[in-house]
């Protein structure tokens, strides 16, 4: 059997349900380029492995025993790929039939663009508008912060999060939502993959600035459609708040250096104290309650700053 056109990789987490509505997606349909699927599981304990193994056979099928969390577990299924292609997919996502395709036929027709990235839709047909510009040293101030809640801030944060693009129209965009990322395989393995020091976050985000620096364009194209169920992958991470502000630090740290990362953490002790004021008018009247938040916020402050 000669090798597939695209290697589809899932990644999955405690997401039966979800990962095997994916699965079905991807199988109801007679792709027009030859496909190779892998899941790679990373060590669910709801019996996602054995229930993807049972309805699914022709699935490559990876058990990790633990999580290796997002970045190490899609280069994970990526390096063990063989197609032309690869497409990261999330477990959360139910790609529209032709989907896929139309992003290999993309790239094919392209050959300047290192990446390709569909429309997703929430599950009523909304469109997620979810491209953003990179990530600069105004938009670690204002972002998820009372800085983004006023002028000049308000706009900072509307620029990022590219509230000017309704994503009706296909378009490069500096960094697409990357639920589903495709791009050649060679290039992706010739580039590491995700960088696995940003094991959860700021991976994409990564990845597209280091194709746009190499010269590689990233499209954000409509024409393929692609379900998405936001946030579902991650909900039941608890400590994702504690890893988001651990790999944002490592993000402006690779990019932006050692001032990069000072200055994030200057932010996040700003963000912090915000969340003690918000803390103290929330539980105003409730001494146990007031305790209990600000014990979380200890210890979630401990693990932060622990190396």
Known sequence: ????????????????????????????????????????????????????????????L????????????????????????????????????????????????????????????????????????????????????????????????????????????????PQPPGAVFCMRRDEYARMGGLDEQLSLYYNDVDLSLRLWRAGRKVRYFVDAVVMHHRGASTKGFAKMLVLWHKNRLAYYRKHYGVLGEKWIRFVIRLRIAEERIAIQKRCKGDPQRLAAENAFLEQAQKELWAR
């Open 62 to 173: 990876i058990r990790n025993a633990e999580n290796r969390l997002y970045s190490a577990g899609n280069n994970q299924g990526a390096f063990a790929a063989k197609g032309e292609f690869v497409c990261t997919l999330n477990s959360d996502t139910e790609a529209r039939p032709g989907a896929l395709d139309a992003l290999v036929d993309f790239l094919r027709a392209n050959p300047d663009y290192g990446a390709v990235a569909p429309k997703l839709v929430d599950p009523d047909g909304s469109v997620q508008r979810a491209c953003q510009r990179f990530p600069t040293i105004l938009s670690a101030l204002c972002f998820d912060s009372w800085w983004g809640k006023w002028w000049p801030g308000s706009w900072i944060q509307r620029r990022y999060l590219m509230e000017d693009f309704d994503h009706l129209s296909s378009r490069d965009v």
């Open 1 to 60: 059997m000669s090798d597939p056109v695209l290697s589809v990789v899932i990644l999955s987490w405690n997401t039966k349900a979800l990962t095997l509505a994916c699965l079905a997606a991807l199988f109801a349909e007679t792709p027009k380029h030859a496909r190779e699927v892998i899941v790679v599981d990373n060590g669910s304990h709801d019996g996602s492995a054995d229930a993807i193994a049972l309805a699914y056979p022709q699935v490559t």
